[in-house]
C-alpha cells in the first residue's frame, strides 16, 4: 500500500481522537504525580481530586502500589531506578502512543496494540487493588482506566485498516 492508501484506509476521526485520549492521559498522570510528590512532601496536602476517605486519589497514589505496580519494590527493593511512580509508566505510555500513532507502519500498530494490551492488563490490575484491597475510589486513576480501553479499541482498528486487504478470488 502507498501511503496515500494506508492514510485513507484509516477513519479520519483516528488521528485527533488519539491525541485528545494521549493530552488527556498525559495531563491526568502529570497531575497524579504532582499529587503523589506533594503529598511526600507535605501529609496534609489536599488534591482536588481527595473528596472523602473512601475517594481519594492521593491515599491510592501514596500507597504501595503506586510506584511500580506494587510489583517492583518486593522484587528489585524500593531503591531501584525501576521502582517509578505509576504516572510516570503513564507520561511515558501516553508519549509514545502519541508518538507512535504519526506513524503509519504496521510495525508502529502492532507496538500500539502490545503497549495497549499491557496497558489494560495493568488497569484491571490496578482496578482491582482499588476496589478489593484499598477499597476506594479514584476518579483519575478511572479516567486512566477508560482513556487506556477506548486508546486499544483505536489501536486495533488502526492494525486491521493497516493489514493489506486479501483478493477474494484466490
Known amino acids: 500500500m502507498s501511503g496515500r492508501q494506508v492514510a485513507s484506509a484509516l477513519p479520519r476521526w ?13 495531563v491526568l498522570s502529570v497531575y497524579a504525580y504532582h499529587v503523589e510528590t506533594s503529598r511526600e512532601r507535605d501529609a496534609s496536602y489536599r488534591a482536588m481530586c481527595d473528596f472523602s476517605s473512601s475517594v481519594s486519589c492521593s491515599k491510592v497514589f501514596t500507597s504501595r502500589w503506586g510506584r511500580g505496580f506494587g510489583l517492583v519494590a518486593p522484587l528489585l527493593g524500593s ?28 510495525r508502529a500498530a502492532l507496538c500500539l496494540v502490545l503497549s495497549s494490551w ?36 483505536i489501536n486495533l482498528r488502526r492494525r486491521v485498516a493497516l493489514q493489506p486487504k486479501k483478493d477474494k478470488r484466490s
Open 118 to 153: 499491557l496497558s489494560v492488563v495493568g488497569s484491571l490490575y490496578l482496578a482491582w487493588i482499588l476496589t478489593f484491597v484499598l477499597q476506594d475510589f479514584c476518579v483519575v486513576c478511572v479516567s486512566t482506566y477508560l482513556l487506556n480501553f477506548v486508546l486499544l479499541y
Open 79 to 106: 531503591d531501584t531506578v525501576l521502582n517509578q511512580p505509576n504516572s510516570v509508566l503513564g507520561v511515558l505510555f501516553y508519549l509514545l502512543q502519541l508518538g507512535l500513532g504519526q506513524s503509519l507502519s504496521s
Open 14 to 26: 483516528e488521528r485527533g481522537v488519539r491525541l485528545l485520549l494521549c493530552a488527556a492521559g498525559l
